[in-house]
């Protein structure tokens, strides 16, 4: 991933490496960031459509939400997506968890993720 972190105008180029042997490469474009409370974004490449983390306090900590309305543009991934659709779920879920347990470990210093 190259990033210049959460700062509103930048552009994140990542690549996505799923647990079948494909990789989305996307870039995420941060549109607005209210630090530390929210992070517009619009995501473009083999996905593309709009995202938006939202951060809360709660007594315990916080509270994180992601909502994201994103579109296979690659040909083969949509494809796929029809074909072979609880694979491709198995892998988004996968996806997701493994980006959480990620930043998790990178972002929060948690090691025991």
Known sequence: MESAGLVE???SRCVIRAPV?????????MLEVAAPRL??????????????????ETPGG????????LEARDPLLRVASFLGRPVMEWGQRWVVDTGVRQFRRDALGDRGS
Do not use: K, N, Q
């Open 39 to 56: 992070v517009v974004a619009e995501v473009s490449g083999d996905l593309e459509g709009p995202a938006r983390l939202e951060v809360a």
């Open 21 to 29: 042997p494909y990789e989305l490469r996307v870039d995420i474009a």
């Open 62 to 69: 916080s509270h994180a939400r992601l909502c994201w309305e």
């Open 9 to 11: 105008g930048t552009v």
